[in-house]
């Protein structure tokens, strides 16, 4: 009984929350490491880079970003005139977290010969003193149409700047940063998955650290991960990065087998993060209902932030 009230109450939510939209002219965006309960119901399903393009092109008047904290600014800075709403307002990000806007500011001035470089994972005030904002699947591309000579900052994280400077041949200056998703994975326990499913490919994404970069058949942005697998000939896959992803994966490759890699902590076969995992299917309903959790950007912030955003849209035509 208890299990047909809880999917009476997600039909109930869900019929709401189609009311709702269409009430309110609102698009529902879901980046792919939500709950499988929220991409069910978005509108638009994607990472960094396809969720900013989406929000600088809508039409709707409501922005539900169902993700993390940043995501919602980087819609508020495309869509100023818009109101972008997100599900919890605790829903922050580790990563962006390790780049305090004002220490990055100091760093900043202390190599006043570089191009500052941040990536997608940082807080507004952070864009503000960018040059180039870029995603896990537009950096290598950006940072190579820069001169070969010219002078970099790259943060706030290490392992994908690493994995940047070993593909392109560069020696950008890292930030100190990572994700708390990303930087426990276990090479160990990925290791013993490989040798008990010989046959599986190992599909890394770039924020993880070197050593599991080199054990990947593919190492690659969660979009880049769920295309290979969309296109290989393989039958099963160990997937190192946020186990949301493989709700899409799952659902593109029916006949495929994913299997999520663990932490080194986890005792479940299992890495997930706590902050996007914060939103939930009765979340997105109350800020549909109430438009609470509104985002806020300053609007002196926002006036810099928008430039090195709109310069990695352009440059990742």
Not at 73 to 100: F, M, N, R, Y
Not at 144 to 156: N, R, S, T, V, Y
């Amino acid at each position: 009984m208890k299990t047909d009230g809880a999917n009476n109450e997600a039909t109930n939510l869900r019929d709401e929350i189609q009311r709702l939209k269409k009430e309110k002219n609102a698009l529902i965006m879901a980046h792919y490491y939500q709950r499988d309960e929220i991409q069910e119901i978005a509108d638009f399903i994607g990472d960094s880079l396809a969720l900013a393009r989406q929000a600088a092109k809508t039409d709707a008047d409501v922005i539900l970003m169902c993700g993390v904290h940043f995501m919602g600014e980087t819609a508020k800075i495309l869509c100023p005139d818009k109101t972008v709403l997100v599900p919890d307002p605790e829903a922050g990000c580790s990563l962006a977290d390790s780049c305090d806007p004002e220490e990055f500011a100091r760093f900043v001035a202390a190599h006043p010969d570089h191009t500052v470089i941040s990536y997608v994972n940082t807080s507004a005030a952070v864009k503000a003193h960018t040059d180039i904002v870029v995603t896990s699947g537009n950096a290598r591309k950006i940072v190579e149409k820069l001169p070969a000579d010219e002078k970099i900052i790259f943060g706030p994280d290490r392992n994908l700047g690493e994995y940047l400077n070993s593909v392109t041949g560069r020696f950008m200056t890292l930030w100190n940063g990572a994700c708390h998703v990303h930087d426990r994975f276990s090479l160990d326990r990925i290791a013993e998955m490989k040798r008990e499913h010989p046959g599986a490919k190992v599909l890394v994404h770039p924020e993880c650290r070197r050593p599991l970069q080199l054990i990947a058949d593919k190492v690659g942005s969660t979009a880049a991960l769920l295309d290979f697998a969309t296109k290989d000939d393989a039958q099963e896959y160990i997937v190192v990065t946020e186990s949301g992803i493989l709700f899409e994966m799952r659902r593109k490759c029916p006949g495929k087998t994913f299997l999520a890699a663990p932490a080194e902590d986890a005792e479940c076969q299992c890495n997930e993060c706590d902050y996007m995992k914060l939103n939930t299917l009765r979340k997105v309903y109350e800020a549909l209902r109430d438009n609470k959790y509104e985002i806020v950007v300053d609007p002196e912030i926002a006036a810099k932030a928008v430039r090195p955003i709109k310069r990695m849209l352009e440059m990742s035509e």
